[in-house]
């Protein structure tokens, strides 16, 4: 096999493990030395191999790449950036692989959600109608655990760690002022369409009465008279009533598309604002004191409570990319494959693009409860595993150490002057 250089780029919104992604992507190259050279990471995500504007891993210490195991967001930088169809956008596609040309690459690894698989798989393509053909394999990352074929998604194991931890305290709190003071405390947590992180924070509800007593899930239409009298009688039964509540539920007439709000490059209107507006219909139709909190980035950077599943697993994507394409894979997504609930154990596999790419995994209907407030013991079976274990970064003067790197950047050999 010819000796090719290598691309890495995160695309969409980080975790607090891609960049054990990255690690394990740059470590498992390096150690395939005879068949790939550097490795070239896109500034900004796929903005920089359309700029031309790489940075060169080599020239970055084992040591330093090794620390971006316990590193939270993007290292390389990321982007919110959707290449759209080849037909209408075939310029943008040519470009890549005219990059990736001119610095020797063959090996593409995407580090993103399903716009990235769906990018990944395009790529595959187009560059063997080119004559310069890319191995392309799309590493898996989305919080958002929505990703098909594929148990779980890196970045998920975490931020469902940091809602049931999160819910659980803040329960605790609750629990201990209710008598005199707040009786409703709502946790708003990311999540558009699927209720995975919130489902998650079903977890810390581990006995009769225990916080969170409902959760909001996008699969479930709101009900808000059966809302409210389920918080009531949460209320008076327990004395106070915790609530986690995803990003993506609607409230009102048509909340997630009706409301004016911007569209990202990929098509995604910004949320948040689930738990003001629950607040108010609380205080408006109960008039209990409330108080909440909107998690939003905090949950997703959080790499200091993160699940040591999670960035484990993150790792193993990354090193099982580079594998696959020594082998001479491509247009595949990495997998994480469950083999056993409990114990939990997992392998690596892979799935085609063409059956990811722009696929949303829902949450299954035997995951919620008949009522539509909770979690059910299969979801549990499911998610328990998930946040098991810990995995702290190194603290010095009482805070965590994250790895800063170089970024050195590459000279360009494209004089064209593109610019995205």
Not at 246 to 270: L, N, P, T, Y
Not at 305 to 317: G, K, N
């Amino acid at each position: 096999m010819t000796k090719k250089n290598a691309f890495y780029a995160q695309s969409g919104g980080v975790t607090a493990v891609i960049n054990a992604s990255a690690a394990g992507v740059i470590e498992a190259a390096r150690a395939h030395s005879d068949t790939i050279g550097t490795v070239y990471a896109g500034r900004d995500g796929i903005v920089g191999a359309l700029n031309e504007d790489l940075i060169d891993t080599g020239l970055e210490s084992a040591e330093d790449i090794a620390a971006l195991r316990y590193t939270p967001a993007g290292a390389f930088g990321s982007a919110r950036y959707k290449l759209k169809g080849l037909t209408d956008n075939r310029a943008e596609y040519e470009r890549l692989v005219e990059v990736f040309k001119a610095h020797d690459i063959g090996y593409f690894f995407y580090n993103g959600g399903g716009d990235s698989a769906d990018t990944c798989e395009k790529i595959s393509h187009i560059s063997e109608e080119m004559g310069y053909p890319i191995q392309a394999i799309h590493i898996p990352k989305t919080m958002d655990n929505d990703l098909p074929h594929t148990d779980c998604s890196p970045g998920f194991g975490s931020v469902a760690k940091y809602t049931a931890v999160s819910i659980r305290e803040a329960g605790y709190d609750l629990h201990s002022m209710c008598k005199t003071s707040t009786k409703v405390f709502i946790l708003e947590v990311m999540g558009r369409h699927a209720g995975w992180t919130a489902a998650a924070g079903g977890l810390a509800a581990e006995n009769e009465g225990d916080a969170p007593h409902i959760l909001l899930f996008p699969e479930i239409a709101f009900d808000r008279e059966k809302f409210l009298a389920r918080v009531d009688e949460t209320v008076k039964q327990y004395g106070f009533c915790a609530i986690v509540a995803s990003e993506g539920v609607e409230i009102g007439e048509s909340f997630m598309r009706g409301d004016g709000r911007e569209a990202d490059a990929f098509g995604h209107v910004q949320l948040g604002g689930v738990a003001p507006k629950l607040a108010e219909i609380i205080k408006s139709g109960l008039g209990y004191k409330y108080h909440y909190a909107i998690a939003d980035y905090l949950m997703r950077a959080a790499r200091h409570i993160a699940s040591a599943t999670d960035v484990e697993q993150a790792y193993a994507v990354g090193r099982a990319a580079v594998e696959y394409a020594v082998q001479g894979r491509s247009g595949i997504m990495v997998t994480i494959d469950r083999q056993n609930d409990a114990p939990y154990e997992w392998t690596i596999g892979e799935a085609p693009l063409a059956d990811v790419a722009n696929v949303e995994k829902m949450m299954p209907a035997d995951f919620i409860s008949e009522d539509g407030f909770h979690i059910t013991d299969k979801a549990r079976r499911y998610l328990g595993p998930l946040i098991a274990g810990e995995s702290y970064p190194p603290y010095v003067d009482g805070l965590p150490k994250y790895a800063k790197l170089k970024l050195a950047a590459v000279d360009k050999k494209l004089s064209d002057g593109f610019k995205v």
